[in-house]
């Protein structure tokens, strides 16, 4: 009885020595895969695209050690060009986050300012804020679905003027009727933001 005993100890430490050398085995293998991907070495993601380009109000992002709400979204459609723009709170402050799909994830955070506090009007080649230099970068008109709260009506047609000035910063015009909205705002790694998807 105890050699039987014995037999069967013997025969489980074996098995349990194969399966740990097939496990090891097979994640090697699937390390060799990985290290053999070709990857973008200026990718600026770290796995949360889905979830970014997924927001959705009372999603939560973490940022500069706040956390974030989603209040509205915005979701526009250029000729089958998408993006979307949300405006996100701390409570006190309020931001509005815009990503897009532009040969890879791009976001950026805006701040609303006031259309007087720009030299230039919509369209021109350069405008100035806060004695910052922007250049036109591209213009056009977009549908859009408006979901929470962003001040817009539910659903529409907007114009947009997009500039880029040095560096990462940014400067937008939008229209959703006669009156032209300006934000400023400055690109931002996706890997700098923490999302917390609404649950339920």
Known sequence: MKLFILLLLVAAGVAAVVAYQRKRKAEEAARQKEAATPRDPFAQGHGNEDLLYGLKVS????????????????RFNDGGYTWSEHLISDARDQ????????????VSIWQRVPPNEVDGEPGARTVTHGQVAYQLHEEGQAAFTAEGTTGTAPSGTARYIDYHGPGEERLSFERFGEQWEVSVGHSV???VLDVFPRTG
């Open 59 to 74: 999603d939560v992002i973490g940022y500069h050690a706040k956390d974030w709400v989603v209040r509205g979204t915005l």
């Open 95 to 106: 931001h509005w986050l815009s990503v897009e799909d532009d040969e890879g994830i791009s």
């Open 189 to 191: 790694l996706p890997r």
